[in-house]
């Protein structure tokens, strides 16, 4: 059994998905360019952008990175701060 894997470039991703944020259907985009709309959502989660308050752009990936990054240092002063604890009450 084979799978038909295209390769599409960043650029045509990304076009795809401003064509959907621009008010596109998931099923426009699939008639017209032949994308599948689990490979379109993939694309726009992985494509679409937040603009915060001082113009800085990130994408939904960067976004992921830094939860991850946010949860990993959460953990880690939750060990930093346990040999407090129990120096405290010693």
């Given at each position: 059994?084979?799978?038909?894997k295209t390769k599409y470039?960043?650029?045509?991703k990304k076009t795809l998905v401003t064509l959907y944020q621009s008010g596109k259907t998931y099923?426009?985009?699939k008639t017209e360019y032949g994308v599948s709309?689990?490979?379109l959502a993939?694309?726009?989660k992985q494509?679409?952008?937040v603009k915060i308050d001082d113009g800085t752009i990130f994408t939904a990936k960067q976004i992921k990175a830094l939860q991850k990054r946010?949860?990993?240092l959460e953990e880690e002063n939750l060990i930093l701060k346990k040999p407090l604890?129990?120096?405290r009450h010693t």
């Open positions: 059994m084979s799978t038909n470039t960043g650029e045509f099923a426009q985009i709309s689990s490979t993939g694309w726009i494509y679409s952008e946010n949860a990993q604890q129990y120096s």
